[in-house]
């Protein structure tokens, strides 16, 4: 009858909310355990970046769980945000970059930095720390960024990568497009790159609305002098267009999924 449904509805929607939390719950414990024990892993995808001397890489991390195996982190960089886990983890991803970048002399990496971790004062003092002690050549380091909260945090943000800049690593703005793509930053920000997000390029050549943006935003970049790449190519067609285009480098599974680093570098 209508009243046991209704409590049964009741029911079914409370396991699911606790289901919700314990699920949140483990993937707390799991990052924990994996800052802990060693069970962070920082895996490399190539970017194909035209003329440029050296071996060029994003790195993206990877949570190595003990029973479920290798997991990316759109099951759990959500849950390091959110906790504030995202600061340690976000150190460790730093450090090991570093760590790889003074043992391979050729290297090139981007890291993907959070902006909650980038706004943080001690930022950039632990960066400079760093480059100290792992002594390379802080233009093969590259930083990613989002958009977001950098506009609703402007003045610091501005000092942030000035900051940054002023070390010399490079700064690049990821999934753009995608965010406020406020242009008076573009214009203020000490920029060297700007990642067209995946979505944009799904739409290349076919999609006349996505290759407009696409073409926009390839000028816009090249007149405040900003390379470009293109993330998520999958196709010939694709590389063929935006090569066309000008724009500077691209990446996606065309060339090769992201490998574990022990796949290309040196231990
Ligand atoms: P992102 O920085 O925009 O990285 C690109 C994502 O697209 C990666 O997913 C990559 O595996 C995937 N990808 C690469 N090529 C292709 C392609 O051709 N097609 C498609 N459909 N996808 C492609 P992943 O590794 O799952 O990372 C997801 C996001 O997690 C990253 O997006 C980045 O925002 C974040 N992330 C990764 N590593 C870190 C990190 O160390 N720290 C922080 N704060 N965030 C990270
Ligand atoms: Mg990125
Ligand atoms: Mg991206
Ligand atoms: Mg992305």
Known sequence: NAKSRGRGSITWFH???????V???????????ALQNGGLRLFLQPKIIEGAPGRHFEALL???????????????????EATGLIVPIGAWVLEEACRMLARNPDL??????????FLR???????????????????????????SLMIANFDLALSQLRKIRALNIRLSIDDFG??????????????????????????????S???SLVELIITMAHHLGISIIAEGVETREQEAWLRNQGCEGLQGFLFSPPQPASYYLNP
Not at 110 to 117: E, G, H, L
Request: hydrophobic fraction near 40%.
């Open 178 to 207: 995608t965010g406020y793509s406020a242009l008076v930053y573009l214009k203020q920000f000490p920029l060297n790159e700007l990642k067209i997000d995946k979505t944009f390029i799904a739409g290349v050549p076919h999609d």
């Open 209 to 211: 609305s996505d290759t």
């Open 15 to 21: 396991a699911e909310m606790v289901e919700d939390l």
């Open 108 to 117: 090139h990496l981007a890291v993907n930095v959070s902006v909650r971790q």
């Open 23 to 33: 699920a949140r719950f483990d993937v707390e414990t799991a990052l924990e355990k």
């Open 62 to 80: 990877r949570l190595d769980h003990p029973e479920r195996g290798i997991i990316g982190p759109g099951s759990f960089i959500h849950v390091a």
């Open 121 to 147: 004062e001690k930022f950039v003092d632990d960066l400079a720390l760093l480059l100290d002690q792992y002594q390379f050549e802080p233009e093969r380091l590259t930083l990613e960024m989002t958009e």
